[in-house]
């Protein structure tokens, strides 16, 4: 039995990838069943701190089994499209972009 073998059976990661989007961290992971079906764990993770000012992670997981893939995506990519021509333009969002529009390539140089 080869080692990548044995490792599926496990039901170790097949795949994983972690992507920073500001204070969260996302998790996509894909995983087997017992059965070796593929199927894809999405993970929330956000920096917290306790009363003690100890900090820990807070996580949310969902679990999606590829027969759910496709009404997932297009539900996800709706709500997507819904929040961008319909969601208002926050004093942040406009503070953020004016300062990052502002730099130049000369700025950079100095």
Request: hydrophobic share 30%.
């Amino acid at each position: 039995m080869s080692e990548d073998f044995e490792k599926h059976e496990q039901g170790e990661d097949l795949y994983a990838k972690s992507i920073r989007a500001g204070k969260r961290t996302y998790f996509f992971d894909v995983k087997s069943t017992k059965g070796g079906d593929y199927y894809l764990t999405i993970t929330e993770s956000k920096k917290r701190f306790g009363q003690d000012g100890k900090f820990f992670f807070e996580k949310h997981k969902i679990f999606l089994y590829k027969e759910d893939f496709e009404k997932f995506t297009e539900g996800l990519h709706d709500a997507v499209d819904f929040i961008k021509q319909n969601a208002p333009v926050l004093e942040t969002e406009t503070a953020e972009q004016t300062s990052s529009s502002s730099v130049s390539f000369e700025d950079l140089g100095k």
